[in-house]
T-cell receptor
């Protein structure tokens, strides 16, 4: 069973389009995250939700809107896509009660904006 | 704010060579420290962790010791294999809402 699953794995689209990436975890974790990995492999947190409540919102353009319908799902919707949005987006989950906060990551969704 | 700095890559080694990847951090309080590994085309996996000063994390022959006095968490392995080729990320969680803050990653390539 996949612990953190993201769909789609690959996404190629034109500038200006709107797209979504879905994430689901079956680990029973209460916190989920979106990270963006750029072409130089640098990882930066975008959002975090704890039990459907937004707790971390880094300096991300408001074209990016996360949605958490329940604590097992965290989707990422992106409006008006730009070339600079091309990256690999990773979903992750963890437990807030875990002092070390070990995260489990999905396999990533590679977004290419043409 | 909290931050992590790793040695620049790429690092290229021959099989069975000794590996060190340096990692230093800046944080208030007492962060937990991690090494994650990303194999080609995959997501990140936890390699090892340490939650307090002088703790040593170890896994798959890799080790790292939490050094508060030098604010470091260097990754070492005595004898690398081709299958260790990957990108290695040092990371910490501190007091900033539990978020995991990563270093810039170090790409390791091991040649036969």
């Amino acid at each position: 069973d996949t612990a953190v699953s993201q769909t789609p794995k690959y996404l190629v689209t034109q500038m200006g389009n709107d797209k979504s990436i879905k994430c689901e975890q079956n680990l029973g974790h209460d916190t989920m995250y979106w990270y963006k990995q750029d072409s130089k492999k640098f990882l930066k947190i975008m959002f975090s939700y704890n039990n459907k409540e937004l707790i971390i919102n880094e300096t991300v353009p408001n074209r990016f809107s996360p949605k958490s319908p329940d604590k097992a799902h965290l989707n990422l919707h992106i409006n008006s896509l730009e070339l600079g949005d091309s990256a690999v987006y990773f979903c992750a989950s963890g437990n807030s009660g875990d002092g070390a906060n070990v995260l489990t990551f999905g396999a990533g969704s590679r977004l290419t904006v043409l | 704010g909290d931050s992590v700095t790793q040695m620049e890559g790429p690092v290229t080694l021959s099989e069975e060579a000794f590996l060190t990847i340096n990692c230093t951090y800046t944080a208030t309080g007492y962060p937990s420290l991690f090494w994650y590994v990303q194999y080609p085309g995959e997501g990140l996996q936890l390699l090892l962790k340490a939650t307090k000063a002088d703790d040593k994390g170890s896994n798959k022959g890799f080790e790292a010791t939490y050094r508060k006095e030098t604010t470091s968490f260097h990754l070492e392995k005595g004898s690398v294999q081709v299958s260790d080729s990957a990108v290695y990320f040092c990371a910490l969680t501190g007091n900033q809402g539990g978020k995991l803050i990563f270093g810039q990653g170090t790409e390791l390539s091991v040649k036969p």
